[in-house]
């Protein structure tokens, strides 16, 4: 059984006579114990397509099943559920006149949690919030707040956890930390979790899979590894120091594709999959090009997200979720 399935989800919002389709009938499912990444433009479903699941906003039509339940279906389905996930967003609005500890408290009372003070006590620890636990919400930096929220998600130890957006605003430092105690906590307990950042190294290191939406529509779910195999151009920076012009000729025989030019440097696009540049560094060496430098720009999730959010539409609905 899957931890999460979602079968053809719809969700539209009615905004004067318009009508927007924040989730455009999507379909996925993700394994026990996986970390699956959402990824997609400002506006794309993602916070909807989880508030959905996570029982804040209710779909149109379309059927979720969370650890085998569909949480909508009865009151029984829905206690079921409700202690076994949680969120946890930067965006999250705690009550700013209560301290740190209080709204912890407040929301371990919501998820019937146990042994209240030791939770707590080890969530302050573990996001160093523990100095600041009698400081009111509304006297705290972002990035405080946000580890606050990061606590508040971890709070009732769920089966099920959605985390969305979930480190913004955190310095790097407290960053790391927080992907290292996600990942640690994934280990340990077997949780299932959905993941949405528009940081992309941090999806890349946390997520088993992602998917890509896009309007509302999911283009294609897959591994990092294999999107970043869909940039099929790798870009190449040489800093040449003898026999430049006879270097820019054999790249023009060639019809390699050139990006831009210096005065001794030049950057131009090679096959990522093919030898294409070990012939070309032959060639060059043969006709005495001599190089002082050389950098490789490999393909990033970056550039996958970034050309996939350009793309236009209709290419995109090409393969949509498997
Ligand atoms: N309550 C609402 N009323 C009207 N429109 C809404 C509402 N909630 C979301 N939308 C619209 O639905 C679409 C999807 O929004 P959503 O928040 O799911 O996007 P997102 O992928 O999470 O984007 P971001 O990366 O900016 O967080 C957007 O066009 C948004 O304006
Ligand atoms: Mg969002």
New binding site residues.
Partial sequence: MDAIEVINLVKS?K?KNRL?K?VDNISFSVKKGEIFGLL??????????LNILNGLVSKDSGEIRILGVDPEQNEQNWEYIKNKINVSTAYYSLSEQLTIKQNLKVYAMLYNVKNVQEKIDKLLKMFELKELENRKVVQLSSGEKTRVALCKGFLNEPEVLFLD?CTVGLDPDIAEKTRKIIKEYQQKNGTTIIF?S?YMYEVEELCDRIAF?KNGKIIKIDTAKNFKKLIKKTSIELTIKENYPAFLKILKEKKIDILSTGTNTIIFEVSSSTDQLYKLMNIIFKAGVKISDMHMNKPTLEDIFIQFARRKQKKSKMSEGK
């Fill in positions: 919002f905004e927007i924040a997609g433009p400002n506006g794309a479903g993602k916070t909807t397509t957006e949405t528009h939406m």
